[in-house]
Protein backbone atom coordinates (compact mmCIF):
# COMPACT_ATOMS: atom_id res chain seq x y z
CA UNK A 1 0.00 0.00 0.00
CA UNK A 2 1.84 3.15 -0.89
CA UNK A 3 2.03 6.25 1.70
CA UNK A 4 2.85 9.19 1.64
CA UNK A 5 3.79 11.48 4.79
CA UNK A 6 4.32 15.03 4.69
CA UNK A 7 5.92 16.77 7.92
CA UNK A 8 7.63 20.16 8.74
CA UNK A 9 5.43 22.83 8.40
CA UNK A 10 4.68 25.11 10.83
CA UNK A 11 4.40 28.99 11.60
CA UNK A 12 7.27 31.26 10.73
CA UNK A 13 7.73 34.62 10.21
CA UNK A 14 8.19 36.19 6.76
CA UNK A 15 11.98 35.63 5.05
CA UNK A 16 12.16 32.66 7.52
CA UNK A 17 13.26 29.14 6.08
CA UNK A 18 11.75 25.79 6.14
CA UNK A 19 12.08 22.17 4.92
CA UNK A 20 9.44 20.08 4.14
CA UNK A 21 9.62 16.25 3.88
CA UNK A 22 7.91 13.99 1.90
CA UNK A 23 8.22 10.14 3.17
CA UNK A 24 7.12 7.24 1.11
CA UNK A 25 6.38 3.77 2.04
CA UNK A 26 4.90 1.54 -0.58
CA UNK A 27 7.04 2.69 -3.09
CA UNK A 28 10.39 4.10 -4.44
CA UNK A 29 10.64 7.65 -4.73
CA UNK A 30 13.28 7.19 -7.30
CA UNK A 31 11.17 5.30 -9.86
CA UNK A 32 8.22 7.83 -9.84
CA UNK A 33 7.54 11.94 -11.10
CA UNK A 34 6.58 13.07 -7.46
CA UNK A 35 5.78 16.65 -6.65
CA UNK A 36 4.38 19.06 -4.58
CA UNK A 37 1.70 21.59 -4.43
CA UNK A 38 -0.07 23.59 -2.21
CA UNK A 39 -3.52 24.91 -1.37
CA UNK A 40 -4.56 28.12 0.31
CA UNK A 41 -8.13 28.95 1.80
CA UNK A 42 -10.60 29.64 -0.71
CA UNK A 43 -8.43 28.74 -4.04
CA UNK A 44 -7.40 26.09 -6.29
CA UNK A 45 -4.66 23.76 -5.40
CA UNK A 46 -1.65 24.68 -7.28
CA UNK A 47 1.73 23.54 -9.13
CA UNK A 48 4.61 24.36 -6.63
CA UNK A 49 7.46 22.15 -7.89
CA UNK A 50 8.10 18.66 -9.37
CA UNK A 51 11.19 16.23 -9.65
CA UNK A 52 11.30 13.35 -12.39
CA UNK A 53 12.06 10.03 -11.71
CA UNK A 54 15.43 8.77 -11.27
CA UNK A 55 17.79 11.73 -12.60
CA UNK A 56 17.63 15.50 -11.30
CA UNK A 57 15.47 17.36 -13.70
CA UNK A 58 13.67 19.70 -11.49
CA UNK A 59 10.63 21.90 -12.26
CA UNK A 60 9.36 24.95 -10.22
CA UNK A 61 6.56 27.47 -10.45
CA UNK A 62 7.66 30.89 -11.08
CA UNK A 63 5.93 32.09 -8.06
CA UNK A 64 8.87 30.16 -5.65
CA UNK A 65 11.49 30.16 -8.37
CA UNK A 66 14.64 31.24 -6.41
CA UNK A 67 13.41 30.39 -3.43
CA UNK A 68 12.07 26.59 -3.39
CA UNK A 69 14.45 23.95 -4.17
CA UNK A 70 12.79 20.53 -4.38
CA UNK A 71 14.82 17.44 -3.88
CA UNK A 72 15.04 13.84 -3.47
CA UNK A 73 17.09 11.10 -0.91
CA UNK A 74 16.76 7.51 -2.48
CA UNK A 75 18.26 6.01 0.63
CA UNK A 76 16.01 7.57 2.68
CA UNK A 77 13.30 7.18 0.09
CA UNK A 78 11.98 10.40 0.87
CA UNK A 79 11.50 13.90 -0.90
CA UNK A 80 12.18 17.63 0.26
CA UNK A 81 11.09 20.91 -0.54
CA UNK A 82 13.67 23.61 0.76
CA UNK A 83 11.44 27.13 1.13
CA UNK A 84 13.78 29.83 1.52
CA UNK A 85 12.74 33.73 2.07
CA UNK A 86 9.37 32.62 2.41
CA UNK A 87 6.30 35.25 2.21
CA UNK A 88 2.95 35.41 3.68
CA UNK A 89 1.60 34.77 0.36
CA UNK A 90 3.17 31.53 0.76
CA UNK A 91 0.66 30.52 3.39
CA UNK A 92 -1.21 26.96 2.31
CA UNK A 93 -1.13 23.44 2.97
CA UNK A 94 1.46 21.36 0.97
CA UNK A 95 0.77 18.04 -0.07
CA UNK A 96 3.42 15.66 -1.70
CA UNK A 97 2.37 13.60 -4.56
CA UNK A 98 3.74 10.48 -6.75
CA UNK A 99 2.77 9.62 -10.41
CA UNK A 100 1.10 5.87 -10.80
CA UNK A 101 3.20 5.09 -13.79
CA UNK A 102 7.00 4.55 -12.70
CA UNK A 103 9.28 6.10 -15.29
CA UNK A 104 6.24 8.41 -16.69
CA UNK A 105 5.07 11.34 -17.21
CA UNK A 106 5.58 14.95 -19.34
CA UNK A 107 6.28 18.13 -18.38
CA UNK A 108 2.84 19.32 -18.19
CA UNK A 109 1.71 16.23 -16.46
CA UNK A 110 3.86 16.49 -14.05
CA UNK A 111 2.72 20.50 -13.18
CA UNK A 112 -0.68 19.27 -13.01
CA UNK A 113 -2.83 17.78 -9.97
CA UNK A 114 -4.42 15.23 -12.09
CA UNK A 115 -1.48 13.94 -13.02
CA UNK A 116 -1.02 12.19 -9.61
CA UNK A 117 -2.40 9.21 -8.23
CA UNK A 118 -1.30 9.14 -4.87
CA UNK A 119 -1.57 12.07 -2.15
CA UNK A 120 -0.12 12.94 0.94
CA UNK A 121 -2.35 14.39 3.75
CA UNK A 122 -0.82 17.94 3.90
CA UNK A 123 1.31 19.99 6.17
CA UNK A 124 0.46 23.52 7.15
CA UNK A 125 2.56 26.20 6.51
CA UNK A 126 1.54 29.92 7.66
CA UNK A 127 3.84 32.86 7.20
CA UNK A 128 3.28 35.80 8.81
CA UNK A 129 4.33 39.13 8.01
Known amino acids: QVQLVESGGGLVQAGDSLTLSCAAS????????MGWFRQAPGKEREFVAA????????YTADSVKGRFTISRDNAKNTMYLQMNSLKPEDTAVYYC??????????????????????WGQGTQVTVSS
Open 97 to 118: AQRQTPYSGTVFELRQPAGYHY
Open 26 to 33: GRTVSSYG
Open 51 to 58: IKWIGSAT
